[in-house]
């Protein structure tokens, strides 16, 4: 079952929201678009939920039915359980596609939000028409090292990865963590999220476990490389696109391991990790010429839905 409601916190005028009871939790999204134009579904990272899309959505709506998801655990969805991972977040997701019966859909994923990514295309390659990775990483090939402080690598991945630290350390500090470190650290365009952008997202992680879902998949990235890897062994029949700002080609060497056929790659100049808040216009473009072009004809991708 699904409904439309008033939001609860920010908005855009272009969009719709929704709330949708799927496997056996309730997830929020937004809705825009020509109801027949091609679906594309974008799943967001940390430390952000559906906003972080709000400046990406109205230039891809020209084209695409968007839909635009709070995961399990973010923004206005529910708060996750204490043992959410990335495999459950993938089943959300492809229960929601199926509940609104849009698939197959192009998704795009980002941060880490990749592992959501991956397990969707591989465990339900009938929903995927294609993929888009933004500033992505797996577990497996690479992402690892960004949780290894000794060399460069953020304390962060550690704290929200063991158990009960994110909610004795942050409860109560969501803003100033987000604030004064998690975007300032990784963005490099001035003024691209404001003090309002900051307040819409620690709303969702000042609720009663609302850590739980950045926890969950932060375990799930330090425990999931080997399955990661052995699935590689049977790369993605998908069209893909990386994505990168702050990480130059780090996504698009991630994606060539695990899919099979040529990846577009973007690589955009003097821009951050949070590529949809600091540079819009320059994704959305990426994004359009990347899904209207593909061949419909290939039996490999069949047409959106």
Partial sequence: ????RAPHGASIPQVEHHTAEVNGTTLHYVSTGDAGAPPIVLLHGFPESWWAFHKVIPLLSSRLRVYAVDLRGFGDSAVAEEDFSSTTAAEDVHALIATLGIGPVHVVGQDIGGGTL????????????SITAVEMGLAGFGLEAFGDITHGGSWHI???AAPGIARMLFTGRERELLETWAFPSMTAVAGSISSSDVEEFSRGYAREGGWNGAAGLYRSMLSEGEDFRSRSATPLQVP?????GFGGRFTATTLEQIVDGPIAHVELEGVGHYVALEAPEAMAAAILEFVTGLAPQDARFPASA
């Fill in 118 to 129: 991956y397990r969707l295309a591989s465990d339900h390659p009938e929903d995927v028409r």
């Fill in 158 to 160: 550690g704290v929200l």
């Fill in 1 to 4: 079952m699904n409904a439309t």
């Fill in 240 to 244: 893909a696109l990386a994505i990168g």
